[in-house]
C-alpha cells in the first residue's frame, strides 16, 4: 500500500481519459505479470520484492475503478451503496486468498531439498 498513493494520480489519470476497460485490464495484467515473476521467479528474496512492487503498482488501477463503475452504471441514490459493495468485494477477495490456501495445505515441514 506504500505505492498507492504515487500511483494513485496517474492510475485516475489513465481511467479517466483511456475508460474503464483499459485501467481495469491493465490493472490486471500488471497485477498478474507481478504475481508471476513472484512466484515462478522464486530464486531469491529480491526476485520475490520485485514481484511484489509490480504487483503493487496496478493495484490503484483495480481499486479506483468500483467508483468509476457506479457513475456510469447506477442512479444517483444507488451510488453509494454500489461503491461501497464493489470496495468490500476487493476485500473480500483478499480474504479468500488467505483461507484457501489454509484449506488446501494441511502442513509444512519446511524447505525441501530437491537434491536428497
Known amino acids: 500500500m506504500a505505492l498507492y498513493l504515487p500511483m494513485n494520480f496517474p492510475c485516475v489519470y489513465v481511467v479517466e481519459n ?3 476497460r483499459v485501467g481495469v485490464v491493465g490493472g490486471i495484467l500488471i ?3 507481478g504475481l508471476w515473476l513472484r512466484v515462478f521467479i522464486n530464486q531469491s528474496f529480491y ?3 520485485t514481484g511484489q512492487i509490480v504487483m503493487a503498482l496496478g493495484q490503484p488501477l483495480l481499486y479506483n475503478s ?3 463503475v457506479t457513475t456510469n452504471w447506477f442512479p444517483q ?3 453509494s451503496m454500489a461503491t461501497m459493495i464493489g470496495t468490500q468485494m476487493a476485500i473480500f477477495g483478499i480474504f479468500i486468498g488467505y ?3 489454509g484449506i488446501f495445505v494441511s502442513s ?3 524447505p525441501q531439498d530437491l537434491n536428497d
Open 18 to 20: 483511456y475508460g474503464l
Open 31 to 33: 497485477t498478474t505479470l
Open 47 to 49: 526476485a520475490a520484492l
Open 66 to 68: 468500483p467508483a468509476k
Open 77 to 79: 441514490k444507488e451510488r
Open 99 to 101: 483461507l484457501l490456501p
Open 108 to 110: 509444512y515441514d519446511g
